[in-house]
């Protein structure tokens, strides 16, 4: 068993600091623009961020930032929607203003689009609580958010199963409504007797109806940890889906990533994690790059407990399924492959003609201990192998590279919009266990 390092539960000490979220200029990825900070102490503002249109907000094309702060203690957890180019807030929502016993309110938010037909935008606001709550895992989909907020209906999961760890929205509308669906997951939900097996629902954004589950297999698989979009794999002509199911750590678990048809959930491939991969699995995404040239962009998948933690980042075809190369941490517990969320996606900045790639460790310097969870997002050149920058958090639990991300406005005026990187300043939340 692999001891990843475990903060099962946010810790609360006098020294923490409200979440931040910064603005990097994208002409040299390192400049910061912008710093908001969140409102009070161990918010975890951040940790989760969706761009959108929101009223109030700047001019377009530009958008603006909800951006979650599921740890803000004085509500259950609380959005912000926050204007993108002045920092200014427009306006918030409380978790414990909508009823119900909601925990951890904003530790995902999803754009859904206009669910009711009315002026602004709708969205999916997840509400996980923690492993050992009792409270129920709640979801809540919210109407006119800014305007006349309402509440189209919520959904609930099992207490414990971590139901809202992931939301994200399909972009496939699958009922024929007129409306994207969105998916739901709780990697820590059981499939009959089996604990933490972990699951993966679709839902029609217009009601709520649930459209199909998946469920993980066995017991510690952990299902539902990760997901992400890919092109679309069995020619149906909607986008599938990459979902990981990073294990409990163990040899015999170590981890695997399922490929499933968005339409209805059928499994069309799986990914088996390598030789010393432990907690293959635990992130992963389109790399928005053709690397074995077969005209279909690749996949990156994480494996943070490979080899005493040093971790590794598998870049994997998504036509032969094979492993195209490995990227190693050098450290022990530096826990490479822990994200792949930054600055660089989508860009060739080295002129190789393919996009770089961010690789996150937990570790970020040498001499920090692990403990702190700096964080390290690395820009990684895939043509080159090598590492073309990368930055490090400075202060405990910045996580640099786990929060929210996005572009939401041109800050510096070079005509393109400018990069979001979220420091949630608190401890990682779960780290998949049986
Ligand atoms: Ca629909
Ligand atoms: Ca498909
Ligand atoms: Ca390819
Ligand atoms: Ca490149």
């Known amino acids: ?41 161990g918010d975890e503002f951040g940790a989760a961020a969706g761009s959108d249109t929101l009223p109030g907000g700047s001019p377009a094309p530009e958008r603006d930032w909800l951006v ?3 740890g803000a203690q004085t509500s259950s957890g609380r959005v912000w929607a926050v204007r993108a180019r002045d920092g200014q807030r427009l306006f918030s929502v409380d978790g414990d203003l909508l009823g119900g016993e909601l925990e951890r309110f904003g530790h995902q938010v999803a754009a859904l689009g206009h669910v009711d037909g009315r002026q602004f935008t709708d969205w999916a606001i997840a509400a996980p609580a923690s492993v050992d709550s009792e409270a129920a895992p709640t979801v809540v989909a919210l109407t006119d958010v800014g305007g006349a907020l309402g509440e189209a209906y919520r959904l609930e999961g099992p ?25 739901v997951t709780s990697p820590r939900e059981s499939n009959g007797n089996k604990s933490a097996a972990g699951a993966l629902r679709i839902f029609s954004s217009k009601t709520g109806r649930r459209l199909y589950t998946v469920r993980g297999e066995e017991a510690g698989d952990n299902l539902g940890y990760s997901v992400g979009p890919v092109r679309d794999q069995d020619g149906d002509g909607a ?22 048809s968005s339409r209805n959930g059928a ?7 390598p030789a010393k991969a432990l907690h293959f699995g635990f992130a992963l995404r389109l790399i928005l790059a053709d690397l074995d040239g077969d005209g279909r962009e690749d996949w990156i998948v994480g494996a943070p407990g490979y080899r005493k933690a040093r971790g590794a980042a598998y ?30 996606v989508n860009r060739d900045l080295d002129g ?3 996009n770089e790639v961010n690789v996150n460790s937990l570790l970020a310097k040498p001499k920090q201990p692990l403990k702190d969870q700096l964080g390290r997002t690395a820009i990684y050149s895939l043509g080159a192998r090598s590492v073309l920058q990368s930055r490090d958090g400075k202060e405990s639990f910045d996580r640099l590279g786990d929060g929210g ?26 780290v998949p266990a049986q």
């Open 267 to 273: 499994v069309l491939g799986r990914l088996n994690a």
């Open 352 to 354: 190789d003609g393919l």
């Open 315 to 344: 870049a994997i075809s998504s036509s032969s399924l094979e492993p195209l190369q490995r990227i190693r941490g050098r450290r022990k517990n530096q826990q490479l492959g822990v994200g792949f969320k930054g600055l660089a």
């Open 239 to 260: 986008r599938d889906l990459l979902v990981g199911a990073p294990g409990d750590g163990s040899k015999d678990r170590p981890g695997h990533v399922v490929i499933l």
């Open 159 to 183: 207490p414990g199963s971590l139901f809202g760890w992931r939301v994200i929205n399909l972009f496939e509308d699958l009922d024929g409504d007129g409306n994207f669906e969105f998916l």
């Open 1 to 41: 068993m692999v001891s990843l390092l475990v903060a099962s539960t946010p810790c609360e000490s006098q020294d923490e600091r409200p979440g931040r979220i910064e603005v990097i200029s994208g002409a040299d990825l390192q400049t910061v623009l912008a710093v908001y900070n969140g409102s009070e102490a």
């Open 68 to 70: 979650g702060a599921p």
């Open 405 to 430: 991300t996005g572009s939401a406005a041109d800050f510096d005026g070079d005509g393109s919009f400018d990069p979001l990187l979220a420091i949630p300043a608190r401890p990682l939340a779960y």
